[in-house]
């Protein structure tokens, strides 16, 4: 079972830059991916950043590819979403997710974080 907690969300002016973090308790497969997904109000969830727990190998929506750093930090089990150049197209609730293996579904998720971004 892994438990997420997300921290980091806030208003922020287009052009700004926020840095969310996603805290992991709980134990964490050698196999497993990480990954941070969003929903803006009225939409369905997206897909944002990927990044495997062994070895770092990172994925990107196209959406954020260039301005979104996903990262993490093994040894104290965190996740991070290095976000800059921010649109107000990225206003959604964000939210940490975890798996298990290489692929497959998502199984453990956070309670998510606000990300306002004002024009």
């Known amino acids: 079972q892994v438990q997420l907690v997300e921290s980091g969300g806030g208003l922020v002016q287009a052009g700004g830059s926020l840095r969310l973090s996603c805290a992991a308790s709980?134990?964490?497969?050698?196999?497993?991916?990480m990954g941070w997904f969003r929903q803006a109000p009225g939409k369905e969830r997206e897909f944002v950043a990927t990044?495997?727990?062994?070895?770092?190998?990172?994925y990107y929506a196209d959406s954020v590819k260039g301005r979104f750093t996903i990262s993490r930090d093994t040894a104290k089990k965190m996740v991070y979403l290095q976000m800059n150049s921010l649109k107000p197209e990225d206003t959604a609730v964000y939210s940490c997710?975890?798996?298990?293996?290489?692929?497959?579904?998502?199984?453990?998720w956070g309670q998510g974080t606000q990300v306002t971004v004002s024009s």
């Open positions: 990044i495997t727990w062994v070895g770092g190998s990172t």
């Open positions: 997710a975890a798996r298990d293996t290489v692929i497959g579904r998502f199984k453990y």
């Open positions: 709980g134990r964490i497969a050698s196999n497993g991916v």
